[in-house]
């Protein structure tokens, strides 16, 4: 099903002109890496709070609170200069098992976030407001640095992984 999608897709003009205009991949390309530094700093951030690793000064809800909804806007520009790099060339991608890892854990990744927020939208205290997180706030925090780097991983192996 997949090697069909990928069929059609390469005989799409939106496909053909993404490989015809030189610009548009190296772009792309530029903009997933720069949405990529505003994901992973901004989750280092929140994450090592939470784990109490540093920024004691600021407490982890008010560090997530300012962190995390930019990685909502940065991960939307990811999906769609990814989605340009993949109508492009789409063998590359939707074939590779690395970008179907990468994938599952994005959506991993995306759950563990919206389990932070909303944690710390529900009961700040046990997330670390006025004092240290509890420990399935620590978990979380873990886990999130995990699936985020792993993530980070497995994009730049895409291209080592041919499908
Ligand atoms: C939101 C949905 C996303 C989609 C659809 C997507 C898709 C893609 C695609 C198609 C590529 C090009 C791979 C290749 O052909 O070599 C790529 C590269 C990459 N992606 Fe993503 N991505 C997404 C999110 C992310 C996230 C959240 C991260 C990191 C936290 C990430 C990190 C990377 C890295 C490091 C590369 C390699 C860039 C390079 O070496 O030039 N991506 N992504």
Known sequence: ???AL?????KTPLSAAIQ?????????QTVHI????????SIVFVDVRLLGLGAWRVSA???ARRFLPPVWFAVAV???????LIIGEPRRDLLNPVFQIKMLLLVAALVVTAVIQAGIAAHPRA???GGPAAWPARLAAGLSLAVWLAIAVCGRFIAYFMG
Do not use: N
Request: include cysteine; glycine fraction near 8%; hydrophobic fraction near 70%.
């Open 1 to 3: 099903m997949l090697a």
């Open 6 to 10: 990928c069929a059609w897709l390469e």
């Open 20 to 28: 015809d205009i030189g610009w548009i991949i190296p772009i792309s």
């Open 34 to 41: 720069l949405a990529l530094a505003v994901v992973l700093s």
């Open 61 to 63: 809800p008010a560090m």
């Open 78 to 84: 990811m999906a769609v200069t990814g989605a340009i």
């Open 127 to 129: 997330w670390g407001e």
